[in-house]
């Protein structure tokens, strides 16, 4: 029985010989004898032996292939390849023909039997299922096919049709599709593949479709699979019928065929495999009555825009290629030629770099006059000459057009000439870091330098390069350099050197008044050796520490001197040490940015022999200590004794590690039973952090006024003890959990026994002692202060605290408040009007306090007394609400009465009397102040009863 076919429009390279002879064009059909078939065994409708062709009817056999070079014509007949081989079929055949020509009936061949508007050529196996088929050709010699239409049109009617029979078929060689070619199959053909190897030629278009006529319907998978259609210039690729195209070879037809269109048909649309990358212009992908817009897809992109070529299961698209529809656009350049400068017979090169679609091909250009032969992305000019110069350009091209890029001057000079290519450029540099300058010149050298600053030159600077270490201030100018050659010389560009100095510190709190090294020295340290000479030098002068430096090699301390700015240069410098200020009565020194660590290194019992303190303050004055970073330290962090007085310090961070198993201490504020006089400090913005184990802080006759500080030190012993002499105001912090957080003790019985003043401080208790209630009357700052929320402290510390960026980590600008009170002296029963007066920001709200404690009712911006009396008396304050929650606590203005002594705005301390008031509503008052109340009272009846006389 007979096989169905697939058929299909590609041509395959077949066997052949090679033909030396003079090619003979033979026609199916043609009537013997004539000129081109001059013997009875090259005719295409006789029978003949071995190998033959058959027609339609199959009756009869032609020879095919007795002579080697010629082209066969189907002449609009259909030919059935597939019975190639001997009468019974058993033969395997061989087509030796140079082409063989699927065309439309040809007046040229003197027939009238054969149709004019149809050809084809059926590849069908023969009767029996060892018989031959056109498959691979041969690697010796090899033919091809070539589907025609002899008058040229594309219509429907012209339609030439390859087919092919069920299974896999593989094409070699070159396909010439000069007229409309039909890829097709039989109806109820199933599962085949038909791989195209051929160069697809020609200019007719092509469809991929159902049966022999065009219009059956697939029933099953069938692909065409297309390796090169790069030589194709049809306006159309149709598919239809449910029939898949496939694309294994990248091709970009915006380059090879700018009109080609790829088209799924409205009569049951196909399906896309994307084996490979193709590329089509804008709008020539369509999909039914549907245009895909511009843009690169995958299969799962196309599956979600487009729906089912006709199977419910099957996807549109598959394949791990890619589909663009965009249009071809002209090259950019991202790397435009560049001036040049040579001396009379050097060489100058130009280069261009293009992008975007290629491939480019290039035009090089001198004053807009094409130059032959410059067909490269470089071009260069030999053997310059005086004529040589000129502007030179590149017209860079592709299919989608062409960019010229930007001319470049090419300037010939005479010999012995210096030119400048590359200027030295401005530079700005942080105080003791290094600036560098450097020049590249081209010409006729060797060349000499001399570099010079504000026009003076510099010494020792014969290089093309200059550095400036260890820049200073007075480093800062104008740098140039002048180059020259035996016989002329050039001067650079000037450029700027600036230098950075950190911010001066503006200290806060009772170190409000530190300068540290102020307008000394600026000095750069990196090693123990000079951070000791500096840090100890008696002038005034600013370290700035770059690095880690370990001072082990200097005794592990150093003595810092008054008048001193110790600082580092970013978040990495690290002194390993004590910084040491109790060289007898230090004072005027900032430490600020720097880590700092001084740990031991193995403890006995519970204390370790070497190692020690991180900061020591003892018997100094005025000492600001702000973002630093304090860790594992084997005595304490930071020790503050001996009577020092008027010390800060702010947004520091404290922690340990698991290194340090023992004796993990913050902050000691005088020693117990050492201390004569009151030690007024100040901490705000503090981090008590990781294994921090005790001291946070603990005070013998300490005045410590502690805001914004975050505990967060899990698994700790103690906090904050206020123990002998020592007073602490803390406002507004926050104890994340943690034991015995903040607690009052009197050890030694002859002195004051601690004291503690809570307002607005948020505590989260993990075990210990009940927590104070914190209504003791404590002093009052002298100095205002901004306070942030409670409930952002933890995220603002987590931020802020600690060393970020050495001397340049900036603070918040705080905003400030006064007190207008009255100038002259209050004797008992006068009245007085205190006005609160903020600093360049409005107030939102207003609190009154008298020694610390909220005066209930007085909340607006003036605080008036009728009567002074004694209760009168005191320090007063007044807290100012900010917009977003802040807290500004004015500078305190103290009112005597009855009194010889001034009154004082802010002036001094003024130790309140022993008032006792309920903060925030709790608490009793004291007997005292009972009995100083009935006793102001009485007074002020005799006063009225006197005035009534």
Same mark, same amino acid.
């Given at each position: 029985?007979?096989?169905?076919?697939?058929?299909?429009?590609?041509?395959?390279?077949?066997s052949?010989?090679?033909?030396?002879?003079?090619?003979v064009?033979? $026609?199916?059909?043609?009537?013997?004898?004539?000129a081109?078939?001059?013997?009875?065994?090259?005719?295409?409708?006789?029978?003949?032996n071995?190998?033959?062709?058959?027609?339609?009817g199959?009756?009869?056999?032609?020879?095919?292939?007795?002579?080697p070079?010629n082209v066969?014509?189907?002449n609009?007949y259909?030919?059935?390849?597939?019975?190639?081989?001997?009468?019974?079929?058993?033969?395997?055949?061989?087509?030796?023909?140079?082409?063989?020509?699927?065309?439309?009936f040809?007046?040229?061949?003197?027939?009238?039997?054969?149709?004019?508007?149809?050809?084809?050529?059926?590849?069908?196996?023969?009767?029996?299922?060892?018989?031959?088929?056109?498959?691979?050709?041969?690697?010796?010699?090899?033919?091809?096919?070539?589907?025609?239409?002899?008058?040229?049109?594309?219509?429907?009617?012209?339609?030439?049709?390859?087919?092919f029979?069920?299974?896999v078929?593989?094409?070699?060689?070159?396909?010439?599709?000069?007229? $409309?070619?039909?890829?097709?199959?039989?109806?109820?053909?199933?599962d085949?593949?038909?791989?195209?190897?051929?160069?697809?030629?020609?200019?007719?278009d092509?469809?991929?479709?159902?049966?022999?006529?065009?219009?059956?319907v697939?029933?099953?998978?069938?692909?065409?699979?297309?390796?090169?259609?790069?030589?194709?210039?049809?306006?159309?690729?149709?598919?239809?019928?449910?029939h898949?195209?496939?694309?294994?070879?990248?091709?970009d037809?915006?380059?090879?065929?700018?009109?080609?269109a790829?088209?799924?048909?409205?009569?049951?649309?196909?399906?896309?495999?994307?084996?490979?990358?193709?590329?089509?212009?804008s709008?020539?992908?369509?999909?039914?009555?549907?245009?895909l817009?511009?843009?690169? $897809?995958?299969a799962?992109?196309?599956?979600?825009?487009?729906?089912?070529?006709?199977? &419910?299961?099957?996807?549109?698209?598959?394949?791990?290629?890619?589909?663009?529809?965009a249009?071809?656009?002209?090259?950019?350049i991202?790397?435009?030629?560049?001036?040049?400068?040579? +001396?009379?017979?050097g060489?100058?090169?130009?280069?261009v770099?293009?992008?975007?679609?290629?491939?480019?091909t290039?035009?090089?250009?001198?004053?807009?006059?094409?130059?032959? /032969? +410059?067909?490269?992305?470089?071009?260069?000019?030999?053997?310059?000459?005086m004529?040589?110069?000129?502007?030179?350009?590149?017209?860079?091209s592709?299919?989608?057009?062409?960019?010229?890029?930007?001319?470049?001057?090419?300037?010939?000079?005479?010999?012995?000439?210096?030119?400048?290519?590359?200027?030295?450029?401005?530079?700005?540099?942080?105080?003791?870091?290094?600036?560098?300058?450097?020049?590249?010149?081209?010409?006729?050298?060797?060349?000499?330098?001399?570099?010079?600053?504000?026009?003076?030159?510099? &010494?020792?600077?014969?290089?093309?390069?200059l550095?400036?270490p260890?820049?200073?201030?007075?480093?800062?100018?104008?740098?140039?350099?002048?180059?020259?050659?035996?016989?002329?010389?050039?001067?650079?560009? &000037?450029?700027?050197?600036?230098?950075?100095?950190?911010?001066?510190?503006?200290?806060s709190?009772?170190?409000?008044?530190?300068?540290?090294?102020?307008?000394?020295?600026?000095?750069?340290?990196?090693?123990?050796?000079?951070?000791?000479?500096?840090?100890?030098?008696?002038?005034?002068?600013?370290?700035?520490?770059?690095?880690?430096?370990?001072?082990?090699?200097?005794?592990?301390?150093?003595?810092?001197? +008054?008048?001193?700015t110790?600082?580092?240069?970013?978040?990495?410098?690290?002194?390993?040490?004590?910084?040491?200020?109790?060289?007898?009565?230090?004072?005027?020194?900032?430490?600020?940015?720097?880590?700092?660590?001084?740990?031991?290194?193995?403890?006995?019992?519970?204390?370790?022999?070497?190692?020690?303190?991180?900061?020591?303050?003892?018997?100094?004055?005025?000492?600001?200590?702000?973002?630093?970073?304090?860790?594992?330290?084997?005595?304490?962090?930071?020790?503050?004794?001996?009577?020092?007085?008027?010390?800060?310090?702010?947004?520091?961070?404290f922690?340990?590690?698991?290194?340090?198993?023992?004796?993990?201490?913050?902050?000691?504020?005088?020693?117990a039973?050492?201390?004569?006089?009151?030690?007024?400090?100040?901490?705000?913005? /503090?981090?008590?952090?990781?294994?921090?184990?005790?001291?946070?802080?603990?005070?013998?006759?300490?005045?410590?006024?502690?805001?914004?500080?975050?505990?967060n030190?899990?698994?700790?012993?103690?906090g904050?003890?206020?123990?002998?002499g020592?007073?602490?105001?803390?406002?507004r912090?926050?104890?994340?959990?943690?034991?015995?957080?903040?607690?009052?003790?009197?050890?030694?019985t002859?002195?004051?026994?601690?004291?503690?003043?809570?307002?607005?401080?948020?505590?989260?208790?993990?075990?210990?002692?009940?927590?104070?209630?914190?209504?003791?009357?404590?002093?009052?700052p002298? $100095?205002?202060?901004?306070?942030?929320?409670?409930?952002?402290?933890?995220?603002?510390?987590?931020i802020?605290?600690?060393?970020?960026?050495?001397?340049?980590?900036?603070?918040?600008?705080?905003?400030s408040a006064?007190?207008?009170?009255?100038?002259?002296?209050?004797?008992?029963?006068?009245?007085?009007?205190?006005?609160?007066?903020?600093?360049?920001?409005t &107030?939102?709200?207003?609190?009154?306090?008298?020694?610390?404690i909220?005066?209930?009712?007085?909340?607006?911006?003036?605080y008036?007394?009728?009567?002074?009396?004694?209760?009168?008396?005191?320090?007063?304050t007044?807290?100012l609400?900010?917009?977003?929650?802040?807290?500004?606590?004015?500078?305190?203005?103290?009112?005597?009465?009855?009194?010889?002594?001034?009154?004082?705005?802010?002036?001094?301390?003024?130790?309140?009397?022993?008032?006792?008031?309920?903060r925030?509503?709790?608490?009793?008052? +004291?007997?005292w102040?009972?009995?100083?109340?009935?006793?102001?009272?009485?007074?002020?009846?005799?006063l009225?009863?006197?005035?009534?006389?």
């Amino acid at each position: 029985m007979k096989l169905r076919y697939t058929a299909f429009a590609l041509a395959a390279l077949l066997s052949m010989a090679v033909n030396v002879s003079a090619q003979v064009n033979y $026609y199916a059909n043609k009537s013997p004898g004539s000129a081109d078939a001059p013997s009875l065994e090259n005719k295409w409708n006789l029978a003949a032996n071995t190998y033959m062709w058959a027609p339609a009817g199959g009756a009869s056999y032609v020879d095919a292939s007795a002579t080697p070079g010629n082209v066969y014509h189907t002449n609009g007949y259909t030919v059935r390849a597939g019975r190639i081989g001997t009468t019974d079929g058993t033969a395997s055949s061989v087509f030796l023909g140079e082409k063989l020509v699927v065309d439309a009936f040809s007046s040229t061949s003197g027939l009238t039997g054969a149709s004019s508007g149809s050809a084809i050529l059926l590849f069908e196996l023969a009767a029996t299922s060892t018989g031959p088929r056109l498959g691979v050709p041969g690697s010796v010699t090899q033919g091809s096919y070539s589907a025609n239409i002899a008058t040229g049109t594309s219509t429907t009617a012209g339609t030439q049709h390859l087919r092919f029979s069920t299974g896999v078929t593989v094409l070699q060689g070159t396909l010439a599709a000069n007229g $409309y070619t039909n890829f097709s199959i039989p109806n109820s053909v199933t599962d085949v593949l038909v791989t195209i190897k051929s160069a697809v030629i020609g200019n007719g278009d092509i469809e991929v479709s159902g049966g022999s006529a065009g219009s059956a319907v697939a029933n099953g998978w069938v692909m065409w699979a297309f390796e090169d259609l790069r030589g194709w210039t049809g306006s159309t690729i149709l598919v239809q019928h449910k029939h898949t195209i496939s694309f294994t070879r990248d091709i970009d037809f915006r380059i090879t065929n700018s009109r080609a269109a790829l088209t799924f048909g409205a009569t049951s649309i196909g399906f896309l495999n994307l084996s490979a990358n193709v590329k089509f212009d804008s709008s020539k992908v369509s999909w039914g009555t549907n245009i895909l817009p511009d843009g690169t $897809y995958t299969a799962a992109q196309l599956n979600a825009l487009w729906k089912t070529g006709g199977y &419910a299961t099957l996807p549109f698209a598959s394949g791990s290629g890619t589909l663009t529809v965009a249009p071809l656009l002209p090259p950019g350049i991202s790397s435009q030629p560049s001036d040049q400068v040579v +001396s009379e017979g050097g060489t100058a090169s130009f280069s261009v770099t293009a992008t975007g679609e290629g491939p480019f091909t290039y035009e090089w250009q001198k004053d807009g006059f094409a130059i032959s /032969n +410059s067909n490269s992305a470089t071009y260069a000019v030999t053997n310059a000459q005086m004529s040589s110069a000129g502007q030179y350009r590149v017209k860079v091209s592709n299919a989608g057009g062409n960019t010229l890029s930007s001319a470049a001057t090419l300037t010939v000079q005479p010999p012995g000439f210096v030119n400048i290519t590359t200027q030295p450029v401005a530079q700005t540099v942080i105080i003791g870091g290094t600036a560098s300058f450097s020049v590249v010149a081209t010409g006729d050298g060797p060349f000499t330098y001399e570099w010079q600053r504000n026009g003076q030159p510099i &010494a020792n600077s014969n290089s093309a390069t200059l550095s400036v270490p260890n820049a200073q201030s007075a480093n800062a100018g104008q740098y140039r350099v002048k180059v020259s050659s035996s016989m002329s010389s050039v001067f650079s560009n &000037a450029v700027t050197l600036t230098i950075t100095v950190a911010p001066a510190p503006v200290a806060s709190g009772f170190a409000a008044t530190t300068t540290g090294g102020a307008n000394g020295a600026e000095v750069l340290v990196t090693n123990a050796a000079d951070f000791k000479a500096a840090a100890e030098s008696s002038s005034a002068s600013t370290v700035t520490v770059l690095g880690q430096i370990s001072l082990a090699s200097v005794g592990g301390s150093v003595r810092v001197a +008054s008048n001193k700015t110790i600082q580092g240069m970013n978040g990495d410098a690290t002194i390993v040490g004590c910084l040491d200020l109790s060289n007898g009565g230090v004072t005027n020194v900032v430490i600020r940015g720097l880590n700092i660590t001084n740990p031991g290194t193995t403890p006995v019992s519970g204390v370790y022999p070497d190692g020690g303190d991180g900061i020591k303050v003892r018997n100094a004055s005025k000492v600001y200590i702000t973002h630093c970073t304090l860790f594992n330290c084997a005595d304490e962090l930071i020790e503050i004794s001996g009577g020092s007085d008027n010390i800060t310090v702010s947004w520091c961070e404290f922690y340990y590690t698991s290194a340090q198993t023992a004796h993990r201490y913050a902050m000691t504020i005088g020693q117990a039973g050492a201390e004569t006089n009151p030690m007024r400090v100040t901490l705000q913005g /503090n981090w008590w952090s990781s294994l921090v184990d005790q001291r946070m802080p603990f005070s013998s006759y300490g005045y410590v006024h502690q805001f914004n500080n975050y505990f967060n030190t899990t698994g700790n012993t103690s906090g904050g003890v206020a123990s002998d002499g020592a007073q602490f105001l803390v406002e507004r912090s926050l104890y994340s959990p943690m034991a015995n957080p903040l607690s009052k003790q009197n050890v030694n019985t002859s002195l004051p026994a601690g004291k503690l003043r809570i307002i607005d401080t948020t505590f989260t208790v993990s075990s210990g002692t009940p927590l104070d209630v914190g209504t003791d009357v404590v002093f009052t700052p002298p $100095y205002s202060y901004e306070m942030i929320p409670t409930a952002q402290v933890a995220a603002t510390t987590g931020i802020q605290a600690g060393n970020i960026d050495g001397a340049w980590t900036a603070n918040a600008t705080s905003a400030s408040a006064t007190i207008t009170a009255p100038t002259t002296r209050l004797l008992i029963g006068d009245p007085f009007t205190l006005t609160a007066v903020p600093a360049g920001f409005t &107030a939102t709200s207003y609190q009154w306090r008298l020694n610390n404690i909220e005066i209930p009712g007085a909340t607006n911006i003036t605080y008036s007394v009728a009567n002074g009396f004694a209760a009168n008396a005191g320090a007063y304050t007044v807290a100012l609400g900010r917009a977003g929650g802040n807290m500004v606590v004015s500078a305190p203005a103290t009112i005597f009465l009855n009194s010889s002594v001034p009154v004082s705005n802010g002036a001094t301390t003024g130790l309140a009397p022993e008032v006792q008031t309920q903060r925030g509503g709790g608490g009793s008052p +004291s007997l005292w102040f009972l009995g100083l109340l009935a006793s102001t009272t009485a007074l002020r009846v005799v006063l009225s009863r006197k005035k009534s006389r």
